[in-house]
């Protein structure tokens, strides 16, 4: 299974991208559909998760911010980014914890110039 990543790009602070994370196929059971991110010589940390229920979580630097969502038809999540920092710059990688793998996808750069 792949998870191809796309809609990353460079916006000016305020600005706003969508995220989107297509696996090649289904997978077995999906337990929750995440969003990480990486920052230059930072540690990847998780951004926002969507579980089997719909219940979402999110850090407390993005609450309010972004929102994450799926197509479970589809195995597809999303990641919506408003109101963009510069803070937000990093690569941000999508991973999806199935029952039978934890795959991840190539990771997309995100770039908020001030």
């Known amino acids: 299974v792949q998870l191809q990543a796309s809609g990353g790009g460079s916006v000016q602070a305020g600005g706003s991208l969508r995220l989107s994370c297509a696996a090649s196929?289904?997978?077995?059971?999906?337990?929750?559909m995440n969003w990480y991110r990486q920052a230059p010589g930072k540690q990847r940390e998780l951004v926002a998760a969507?579980?089997?229920?719909?219940?979402?979580n999110y850090a407390d630097s993005v609450k309010g911010r972004f929102t994450i969502s799926r197509d479970k038809d589809k195995v597809t999540v999303y990641l919506q980014m408003n109101s963009l920092k510069p803070e937000d710059t990093a690569v941000y990688y999508c991973?999806?914890?199935?029952?039978?793998?934890?795959?991840w996808g190539q990771g997309t750069q995100v770039t908020v110039s001030s």
């Open positions: 991973n999806v914890l199935g029952l039978l793998g934890n795959y």
């Open positions: 196929r289904n997978i077995f059971s999906v337990s929750a």
């Open positions: 969507i579980n089997s229920g719909g219940s979402t």
